[in-house]
């Protein structure tokens, strides 16, 4: 059986005028498979992710995503970004509709459901990060970790091929980290596709299949868990794991 | 460029018709500009019609001569820069012909000969001679005001210009000025209506200036109607006729007895307020027309331009700020007086001072509206926009279906209080003549110099409108964030 390639990133770099903040990164993830990219603050692992879907720019190197190269323009990157999902640090739910509204916005509005259809999909995906009873809720009404499950059953309504955290659990009371880990475990277990920025080491090691190390805007190391947290070769590295479990 | 296309479109939908009615009249009709507050040369009467010297001579030159007069009350120093900007064809508003004038307009024969006289309060200042180390009062622009300017270094005494008899008349009273210049009949209506000043006891006349109606150079014809019409009143009597009915014999008494006639007797505030009621009704209207109007083409403007401001392009940006940069800059005095005397001049067609005022109120409260419209947007946590367009939604459904609704609650309060701005702000468009609330209050005072009374009206009534215009945005609000 052959895979897909759902992400390559060949040498891309991004610049602030003299400051590199990307300094050739290259970067494959292939279908069904869950990578998760640790490092400490400022390292760019959230800016290499964002580019994935087009919300950071490049300033050279090719991005291309279920085919299409989206560091060039012409790129139609609505259509993009259909086909990947995001979930943020801060959740980004839209304050002002219920929790119906936000799951059921981008479908209807871009004309791939109906509007019964689309409450349906929207059940369906707050019983997998289950929160059923929530569906006509106001965001303000919802704690930190009903949030952001409700925004990963936003982003799983448009039933994209990849999932993209962006630090998903950094926001959150240390109670609430456990249910929003435990609906991403599930949809590992599920075979989907995901790209995860984390501080959560034990998440890391349980659900990767492969796991990156970034530091000062470059890719230093990258192996299975085993690779990486048993067997560290990089000295940032081993400063970094030795940092971070010691806390 | 759409938006200002769109802007022109407006305009000219609206004036073009204005157009058609005064090219095709039957009897050749002319626009004569005229002042609201010179009496007894050009002001209103309590009927609230333009009358005075000047606009019954030549109502009955035109009655005469066969064309037909449109007045526009403009104010002295609008009426001036109408002609000037080709916006009417004459003025008559016991202008005094100078050559400096002749440069610029042609002038009939001299109408009037005037006189500057001296007011004081103080009747122990009888002359010039008294003057010398004190400050006198001046109205601008006048004969008058040439001649205390010419006399000061002489005399010794220094020259405070006004923008309105009124005002000069009230710094003597106050006591920050001693004296003040102004043609007699125009100081003799005033005392005779109660302007507790008296005619210097030994101020010697200077040499008579004389008024004439000023014509824009082109209209040569209309001047030798005029003039052949006002040989025509001389000789029949009508002229004399008609000076006597504004200032009897000339006399101080004699004026006073003309000047009663028409000026309101009940001069209580409620008394006052009934005989003006219809006066101050018509400027309200005005006053409402021009806020609704402008609130809702600047709200319109002020919406695009704003969201020009956030699109994710560099042009449209510089765009937007640099509408919101220059019209938020501009007084909305200069910008009301440059679209309508400086602009028609530019393109040679005139421009009607409601289409000015509601164009000036559309770029000054536009602008306001622009920036709060797009800081409301920036108000907006960048996330949400992220979030929106990760799903795949276009930038324009995000603003539409996101960002927006959120924004515009942020915005609601900048709104009411831009509303409430315009409503004040369409006093300032009395500088072109515009019949509001604030103008009206001017041309009543300018005829019965009961400045406290009048102005406390009009304060009360803009006190009113704006606490009523508070009320419905306040249930508005709340009907939005239910």
Redesign the interface.
Known sequence: MTTTTRVQMKDVHKRYGDNEVIKGVDLTVQDNEVVVMIGPSGAGKSTVLRMI?G?ETTTSGDVVVDGENIAQSGVD???V??????V?Q?F?????MSVLQNIT??PT??GLMSKEQAEKEARDMLEIVGLTDKIDAMPAQLSGGQKQRV?IA??LA?HPDTMLFDEPTSALDPEMVGDVLGVMRKLAKEGMTMVIVTHEMGFAKEVADRVIFFGDGQILEQGTPDQIFNHPTHDRLQTFLKQVLEA | MWLLATLVAFVVAWWVPQQEQSVHAAEQTYTFGTDTTFSPFAFTNKQNQSVGIDIDLLNAIAKREGFKIEWKQLGFDGAVQALQAKQIDAVAAGMSITDERKKTFLFSHPYYKSGTYMAVKDTSIKSLKDLKGKKVAVKTGTTAADYANSMKKKYGFSVVTFDSDDNMYQDVLTGNTVACFEDKPVMQYAIANGVKLKLASDFKEPDAGTYGFAFQKSEGELVKKVNAGLKALKANGQYAKIVAKYVGNGSQKSQAKQTAKQTESDRSFFGLLRANAGTLTSGLGKTLELTVVGIVCATIVGILVGLLGVLPNKFAQGAANTFIYVFRGLPLMVLALFIYTGVPTLIGTKVPAFIAGIITLTLNEGAYTAAFVKGGIKAV?V??M?????????WG?TMK??VL??GIRIMIPSFINQFIITLKDTSILSVIGLLELTQTGKIIVARNMEGFKIWTMVALIYVIIITLLTWLSNWVQKKVRA
């Open positions: 879907n919300l990157m609505n259509k970004r259909q086909n990947i999902g995001m943020f801060h980004n739910l839209f304050p002002n916005l981008a509005e871009l925004a936003r982003a448009m | 946590d996330g949400q992220e979030a929106a367009r990760s799903l795949g939604l276009t459904k279906r996101v609704p959120q």
